[in-house]
């Protein structure tokens, strides 16, 4: 291995108590929410095609025009009960808000800028009453903090003289108070979500970033920061160039999730998802494909099957409110979620081959697997394969607690599972308890008894 100053600093995953609760909550809830609302992908009557968050980076959106639209932020309908109470109804454990995006825009009153919630019309900070309000849900409070900063003067994407490298320190400067700012005004989020750290400037301050890391956990220690925070002195991003994972969890699932427990390579992970194809920000016109609840639902449930968190996007428009498409949906998820939730929470996985007609989720630590369906098969049976010498105890419909299914011995270690062939509106879930085979008892004399 290489020797290393600055990459990972850990093997394997946290395995304390804030760790396991991170990992136990499963499903989380984005919130991007800045100045870029107000345009909402539009601009002198023409329609930005890239996400709505960077549309000051769009040719045809002046960058004056741009920050002068903090003079027009007065969310009047801001209401975060309401925002808290449907996240709650959709089944989030917890949230992740923008406190600044990469325009620089402070959803806080900062007193390290001026480019911030006191100097708009609203004027009051925003984050404060968020963070009590879900957490007065029941749902954890994480802060998005973007690294890149279009709005402060000494932000630099690369160091290309000494005044640049004079610059980029201040700027290191003003990075740490408001992260300390932002924990001193809400000591109650559980992490950060650092993004925006992909130029030069960063990637080649590896020291920093682990500094940085070390700074904060030292000011609030259990914080949970994922990867996308870190580069080692190398400029290896995530994983360090001796290829070990910085930070508590593989954060580089954007808008992709893995495909096999392969894919995440034993590591915590966490998949942060949009609901059009490439929408943080608000966006006036969805185009392209739009995810329907069933297909999220299911996103959802295979990112627990593989051992990750799954965090769901959303938009809220300039005036405070979540535009009619995402309250459906909150309530859509959350009706599937209300009933089936158990699939999800506190699981992981199952240890079992990946079945074709769906997922599998094991609740940590137990013999109760749960198995997701989301394809039922024309022969109307599930098969379930198991590992030599275990079999199925019990298993029932998640639905129906009290009726035992008949599972058919159908060869060794394999079962069919019938399954009623009807019209099915959303994941059918069936509960299974596992055992160890006792000594001797070989799986045919089984079947016979
Ligand atoms: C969570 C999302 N991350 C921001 C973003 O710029 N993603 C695009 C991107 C993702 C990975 C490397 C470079 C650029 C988006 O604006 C959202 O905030």
Known sequence: TIPLQHGAHRI???????????????????IHWGVYAIPGGMWDGKVYNGAAEWIRSWKEMPHEAYDQLYKQFNPVKYNPADWAQQAKNMGAK???????????FCLWPSKYAKYTIANTPYKKDILGPMVEAYNK??????????????????????????????????????VKNQLKELLDRYPTVKGFWFDGTWDESWKNDGAFSDELEQYLQQLHPGLIIGSRLRADEKGARHFDSNSRLMGDYEQGWERKLPNTIADVHGNDWEGVMTVPENQWGYH??????????NELIEMLVKSASLNGNFVLN???????????????????????????????????????EKPDWGYYTRKTGTDTVYMVVCNVPVNGNLRVKLPAKQSIAKAWALEQPGVALQP???????????????????????????????????NFEKAKT
Do not use: C
């Open 284 to 293: 006036q016109q969805w185009f392209g494909h739009v995810k329907s609840a």
């Open 314 to 352: 959303f938009g809220p428009k300039p005036d405070g409110t979540f535009r009619t498409e995402e309250q459906e949906l909150m309530r859509n998820i959350g009706r599937w979620m209300q009933v089936n939730g158990s699939a999800v929470y506190g699981t992981g996985y199952a240890g079992l």
């Open 408 to 442: 058919e011995l159908v060869s060794r270690d394999e079962y069919f599972i019938p399954v009623e062939q009807k019209v099915y509106t959303s994941p059918l879930v069936i509960v299974m308890k596992l055992e160890q085979q006792q000594r001797g008892q070989g």
């Open 12 to 30: 394997g995953n946290r395995t304390d108590a804030d760790m396991q609760r991170w990992r136990d909550l499963r499903f989380g809830q984005f």
């Open 94 to 104: 917890y949230m992740i808000i923008t406190t600044k995006h990469h325009d620089g």
């Open 137 to 174: 849900a029941g749902i954890d409070a994480y802060l998005y903090f973007s690294i890149i900063d279009w709005n402060h003067p000494d932000w630099r994407t690369s160091i290309k003289s000494p005044a640049d490298s004079m610059a980029m320190a201040r700027f290191k400067v003003f």
